[in-house]
């Protein structure tokens, strides 16, 4: 045994740049995958969290009635769900003059203005802590917070309101025809004078690129940040119902169902919850007004947090991004199983006479290949580990980045696992496999053969060589490297997938970037998660070539070393083995133009946005030029290893 143990000690020590290189493309596939992953379920847990310590209302009902709601109505709601659950108001969407600007504004009257318990406003900024002094006849108002779309308020800006103006202007958006006691109403209204004190951010509304408008009718929100045409709010203010000079009936009801249930928002459990919940309001407001449940139908309308912007978009968005790391975590589970299959093979090929001597004296099957098992195994595993804590992190940042269009909550919950569970256990199974049918084709093998080298594969005519007007042309390196090309046939395919792959998933990541960026698709957030599936593309794209380039020197020892005896200058040893990777390099960016169409056409379509046809040319361009870079950087950082090839170690093995 002591043997056996030194045997797997020189081999971790002998291949510790294709340990390193297994960890390190392990874990930049398992933490990319489960990073992006567990985002969704990041955002919904914490919007979850948001609901419940905000008390946000599951539900708004509107009056489509001009005398509102009755007392009885909303006392009855009340003796249901809770007092501290129900909140009543007035809400209506008019133009305000400000500074001689007409804004879009929306003004949320509310009963029992400033002792919230339903939508608790959060972040207010008090204007009344720094002593100014509110105008004697004006009244106090709340401010939405500015963001994109949301221009805000001044912190102790006086607002004059026009009630005699802003009912006429209901009037004309519902097409109503006023009668002549309206008219004179109206006209008798006095201007009211409102004084900003405080910004304050409705938990309705925490979207940062808009809120749609009522004016918008019965048309349905999107899921984009794009309203695609729709009018969105230039302002929203909040005010006491007491601030309407004359007794306007409640048309909104807010009811937050948090005595009610405990399930989560965002699960089709919550949905029939949901629906059973509107019949059940239907038949209380009905009997406590003596209506039948049908007209009380006719005259009300719900809107629901997924009726709800803001709740719905970035429900869309995580929903899009989970679609995403889905189809993220089969490509690079797919190269990292071919680089690590690609390096086992490799590491057993070369020490294949090691393998024949354990065999002689006496050693299993199980302990000869056991021993690549437990390299393949222990790299995997110290590359998942280091990918859960990088997958925290990433599943951090991108919950960070959801800030630019959301005003997010505090992060909650615990980094999910699914995604990392999932590609961690594929990974470990694919080197596990990968390292098995290397063992099983190794055992079929004598002893006696195994210390014999591997034959070198035999040369063999290209189709370059049936055109004489080309072939007789090239010098005899030129052609020595077009039959190398093909002669090496299973290190040829293994190039060609590796480049194809990586430049596919680097097409991809631009593609997302230039939708988000240029072609006006998308969002900020989404924006900065295509920077991170570029970044780690790219990473992986270079540790693929390295990796896959690195077994090709280690193949051709003796070829280089061959060379070298023969005389070649360094410059032409390494052009020798640089020319044969370029050209694998080149064939395999054409195939990747195919690999990018398919998986950027997958992108496109769960995320919902985007065509081939909208990217721009210049991500065909740049997406071959970094993967050759990448290429050209590998070549260099083994330039030095090619020329200090050992000359004696490596032309002294029997032939």
Same mark, same amino acid.
């Not at 769900?81 to 007035?90: L, P, Q, S």
């Not at 071919?338 to 006496?362: F, K, N, P, Y």
């Given at each position: 045994?002591?043997?056996?143990?030194?045997?797997?000690?020189?081999?971790?020590?002998?291949?510790?740049?294709?340990? #390193?290189?297994?960890?390190?493309?392990?874990?930049?596939?398992?933490?990319?995958?489960?990073?992006?992953?567990?985002?969704?379920?990041?955002?919904?847990?914490?919007?979850?969290?948001?609901?419940?310590?905000?008390?946000?209302?599951?539900?708004?009902?509107? %009056?489509?009635?001009?005398?509102?709601?009755?007392?009885?109505?909303?006392?009855?709601?009340?003796?249901?769900?809770?007092? !501290?659950?129900?909140?009543?108001?007035?809400?209506?969407?008019?133009?305000?003059?400000?500074?001689?600007?007409?804004?879009?504004?929306?003004?949320?009257?509310?009963?029992?203005?400033?002792? $919230?318990?339903?939508?608790? $406003?959060?972040?207010?900024?008090?204007?009344?802590?720094?002593?100014?002094?509110?105008? @004697?006849?004006?009244?106090?108002?709340?401010?939405?917070?500015?963001?994109?779309?949301?221009?805000?308020?001044? =912190?102790?800006?006086?607002?004059?309101?026009?009630?005699?103006?802003?009912?006429?202007?209901?009037a004309k958006q519902e097409?109503?025809?006023?009668?002549?006691?309206?008219?004179? =109403?109206?006209?008798?209204?006095?201007?009211?004078?409102?004084? /900003?004190?405080?910004?304050?951010?409705?938990?309705?509304?925490?979207?940062?690129?808009?809120?749609?408008?009522?004016?918008?009718?019965?048309?349905?929100?999107?899921?984009? /940040?794009?309203?695609?045409?729709?009018?969105?709010?230039?302002?929203?203010?909040?005010?006491?119902?007491?601030?309407?000079?004359?007794?306007?009936?409640?048309?909104? #009801?807010?009811?937050?169902?948090?005595?009610?249930?405990?399930?989560?928002?965002?699960?089709? !459990?919550?949905?029939?919850?949901?629906? %059973? @919940?509107?019949?059940?309001?239907?038949?209380?407001?009905?009997?406590?007004?003596?209506?039948?449940?049908?007209?009380?139908?006719?005259?009300?309308?719900?809107?629901?947090?997924?009726?709800?912007?803001?709740?719905?978009?970035?429900?869309s968005y995580a929903k899009?991004?989970?679609?995403?790391?889905?189809?993220?975590?089969?490509?690079?589970?797919?190269?990292?199983?071919?680089?690590?299959?690609?390096?086992?093979?490799?590491?057993?090929?070369?020490?294949?006479?090691?393998?024949?001597?354990?065999?002689?004296?006496?050693?299993?099957?199980?302990?000869?290949?056991?021993?690549?098992l437990l390299f393949a195994?222990?790299?995997?595993?110290?590359?998942?580990?280091?990918?859960?804590?990088?997958?925290?992190?990433?599943?951090?940042?991108?919950?960070?980045?959801?800030?630019?269009?959301?005003?997010?909550?505090?992060?909650?919950?615990?980094?999910?696992?699914?995604? *990392?569970?999932?590609?961690?256990?594929?990974?470990?199974?694919?080197?596990?496999?990968?390292?098995?049918?290397?063992?099983?084709?190794?055992?079929?093998?004598?002893?006696?053969?195994?210390?014999?080298?591997?034959?070198?594969?035999?040369?063999?005519?290209?189709?370059?060589?049936? #055109?004489? $007007?080309?072939?007789?042309?090239?010098? $005899?390196?030129?052609?020595?490297?077009?039959?190398?090309?093909?002669? *090496?046939?299973?290190?040829?395919?293994?190039?060609?997938?590796?480049?194809?792959?990586?430049?596919?998933?680097?097409?991809?990541?631009?593609?997302?970037?230039?939708?988000?960026?240029?072609?006006?698709?998308?969002?900020?957030?989404?924006?900065?998660?295509?920077?991170?599936?570029?970044?780690?593309?790219?990473?992986?794209?270079?540790?693929?070539?390295?990796?896959?380039?690195?077994?090709?020197?280690?193949?051709?020892?003796?070829?280089?070393?061959? =060379?070298?005896?023969?005389?070649?200058?360094?410059?032409?040893?390494?052009?020798?083995? *640089?020319?044969?990777?370029?050209?694998?390099?080149?064939?395999?960016?054409?195939?990747?133009?195919?690999?990018?169409?398919?998986?950027?056409?997958?992108?496109?379509?769960?995320?919902?946005?985007?065509?081939?046809?909208?990217?721009?040319?210049?991500?065909?361009?740049?997406?071959?030029?970094?993967?050759?870079?990448?290429?050209?950087?590998?070549?260099?950082?083994?330039?030095?290893?090619?020329?200090?090839?050992?000359?004696?170690?490596?032309?002294?093995?029997?032939?």
């Open positions: 045994m002591k043997i056996y143990y030194k045997s797997v000690g020189r081999m971790f020590k002998k291949n510790l740049s294709r340990f #390193i290189s297994i960890i390190f493309i392990v874990a930049i596939s398992i933490s990319l995958s489960s990073g992006v992953g567990s985002s969704s379920g990041k955002i919904n847990n914490s919007v979850e969290a948001f609901k419940r310590t905000q008390n946000v209302s599951d539900i708004t009902i509107k %009056s489509k009635s001009q005398t509102g709601f009755e007392e009885a109505q909303i006392a009855a709601l009340k003796q249901e769900y809770g007092e !501290e659950n129900v909140a009543t108001g007035i809400s209506f969407d008019v133009y305000v003059s400000r500074n001689d600007e007409m804004r879009l504004t929306r003004l949320v009257f509310l009963d029992n203005f400033g002792d $919230f318990t339903v939508n608790k $406003f959060s972040d207010v900024i008090d204007g009344t802590e720094s002593g100014a002094a509110i105008p @004697e006849g004006s009244h106090v108002a709340y401010a939405e917070r500015a963001d994109n779309v949301i221009k805000g308020y001044d =912190l102790g800006e006086e607002i004059s309101l026009d009630f005699g103006d802003i009912f006429t202007q209901l097409e109503r025809e006023l009668s002549d006691f309206q008219k004179r =109403l109206f006209a008798s209204l006095r201007p009211v004078s409102v004084t /900003i004190t405080r910004t304050v951010e409705n938990p309705l509304y925490f979207a940062r690129d808009g809120e749609p408008s009522y004016l918008n009718g019965d048309v349905e929100i999107p899921d984009t /940040i794009n309203f695609g045409g729709l009018i969105s709010l230039d302002d929203v203010l909040y005010l006491s119902s007491d601030v309407i000079p004359l007794a306007t009936a409640t048309s909104d #009801i807010y009811i937050s169902f948090a005595n009610k249930t405990k399930l989560k928002f965002y699960t089709s !459990e919550y949905a029939s919850f949901m629906e %059973s @919940e509107k019949e059940n309001i239907l038949d209380i407001l009905a009997f406590s007004s003596g209506d039948t449940v049908s007209a009380v139908k006719e005259s009300t309308a719900f809107i629901t947090l997924d009726d709800n912007y803001s709740f719905k978009s970035v429900s899009k991004i989970t679609a995403l790391a889905v189809v993220l975590m089969a490509a690079f589970m797919l190269i990292t199983a071919l680089v690590v299959l690609s390096d086992m093979t490799r590491l057993m090929d070369e020490e294949r006479a090691q393998s024949a001597c354990l065999s002689t004296l006496g050693y299993s099957f199980g302990k000869i290949v056991g021993k690549y195994f222990t790299a995997t595993v110290i590359g998942g580990a280091a990918a859960y804590f990088i997958g925290t992190g990433l599943c951090s940042f991108i919950y960070l980045t959801f800030n630019y269009s959301y005003a997010m909550p505090p992060e909650a919950g615990a980094f999910g696992i699914v995604f *990392y569970v999932i590609t961690f256990a594929f990974i470990v199974v694919s080197a596990i496999l990968a390292t098995l049918r290397a063992g099983l084709k190794m055992v079929n093998e004598t002893p006696a053969e195994l210390l014999k080298p591997k034959s070198p594969v035999p040369g063999r005519k290209v189709f370059i060589e049936k #055109i004489p $007007f080309i072939w007789n042309k090239l010098s $005899f390196k030129y052609k020595s490297t077009a039959r190398n090309v093909l002669r *090496y046939r299973n290190r040829f395919i293994m190039t060609v997938a590796a480049v194809a792959g990586s430049m596919g998933l680097v097409m991809a990541g631009l593609a997302l970037l230039d939708m988000c960026l240029f072609q006006d698709f998308g969002n900020a957030s989404i924006a900065w998660l295509a920077v991170v599936v570029v970044v780690f593309a790219a990473l992986l794209t270079f540790t693929a070539i390295y990796t896959i380039t690195d077994i090709s020197v280690s193949e051709r020892n003796r070829e280089i070393a061959t =060379l070298m005896v023969l005389g070649y200058y360094d410059f032409e040893v390494t052009g020798y083995i *640089y020319r044969e990777i370029y050209i694998d390099a080149a064939v395999g960016l054409l195939f990747g133009y195919g690999a990018g169409a398919i998986l950027m056409s997958v992108i496109f379509a769960v995320m919902g946005f985007g065509s081939l046809g909208d990217v721009s040319w210049y991500v065909w361009l740049l997406s071959p030029v970094l993967v050759l870079f990448f290429t050209f950087g590998v070549t260099l950082m083994l330039n030095k290893r090619i020329i200090s090839t050992d000359m004696n170690a490596s032309l002294k093995t029997v032939e």
